[in-house]
């Protein structure tokens, strides 16, 4: 199958958790993972995608600028040649949410963003949720970089498996 796996990331954390996908999918399968500033979204449209996995950070509330106009130029692309993805799939990190984190920072304001993007792409079968992995702060650097939660990996393998069973 062809496989496509498109990130933002600045810190890293989501190349890691594109990585780590690509890794779970090369069994079998034609795997491309880019950050999305690298590859062209009519590219991959045209590719004729089987799976598609797109994910990346928040920014101020909002899903990176970078990561949200590669999806909906990519499902533009996929619409303007009448193709759809076989199957599609979004991620998100974001900040540990707290009492005190500000409601449009919060997962809860950034998840049904991730999901109405993955609506916007014509896929044959999406999933039904979206992957969410929290950033711990890294002690001295003031909460922007961070590190992914201990069990990422896990979930990571969970949300490959779930997109397999699709
Ligand atoms: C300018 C800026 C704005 C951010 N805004 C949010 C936000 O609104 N909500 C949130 O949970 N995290 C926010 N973060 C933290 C990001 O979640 C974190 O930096 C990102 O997930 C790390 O991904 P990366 O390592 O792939 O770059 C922000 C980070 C930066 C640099």
Redesign the pocket.
Known sequence: MNVWIVY????????QVAEALAGLFKEGNEVHVHHAKDISPKEAAESKPDIVLIG???????ISFTIKGWAQRFARALKSKGLQAGKAGVWG???V?DAETPA????AN?EPKWKALLAEIPAAKSMPGVLGIN?EEKEGEG????VMEAGWKDLVASFAEDVKAL
């Open positions: 933002d990331s600045k810190y890293g954390n989501n190349k990346g950070p928040p920014r101020a509330g909002m990190t974001h900040g949410n449009k920072f919060a997962w950034i950033i909460g922007l970089g961070g």
